[in-house]
């Protein structure tokens, strides 16, 4: 059974920064994409940023500039740097895996910005 866990978040004054940290245990065939969402209270959940097996990365128009996705293969682990840290940043923030099967989807860790 595939789970994926998800670190990193936290209270933060505007303009500080944050890595989140996603790291997938058991069977994955084949990764073919990996991802962060966000959700706020009241809001839709959206994409914020994600990286295909191939390396292509793309990212939600609000958070270009301040954060990058990268992975790690070798780890089945997917990360996100979150740099100039806005209060609308302030989400339950989830990643994503999708593999040759189905998606996964982590637990979800809290950033909150806030002075």
């Known amino acids: 059974q595939v789970q994926l866990v998800e670190s990193g978040g936290g209270l933060v004054q505007p303009g500080g920064s944050l890595r989140l940290s996603c790291a997938a245990s058991g069977r994955i065939f084949s990764i073919r994409a990996m991802g962060w969402y966000r959700q706020a209270p009241g809001k839709e959940r959206e994409l914020v940023a994600r990286?295909?097996?191939?390396?292509?990365?793309n990212y939600a128009d609000s958070v270009k500039g301040r954060f990058t996705i990268s992975r790690d293969n070798a780890k089945n682990a997917v990360y996100l740097q979150m740099n100039s840290l806005k209060p609308d940043d302030t989400a339950m923030y989830y990643c994503q895996i999708i593999d040759l099967l189905r998606d996964y989807w982590g637990q979800g860790t809290q950033v909150t910005v806030s002075s």
């Open positions: 990286i295909t097996g191939g390396g292509t990365t």
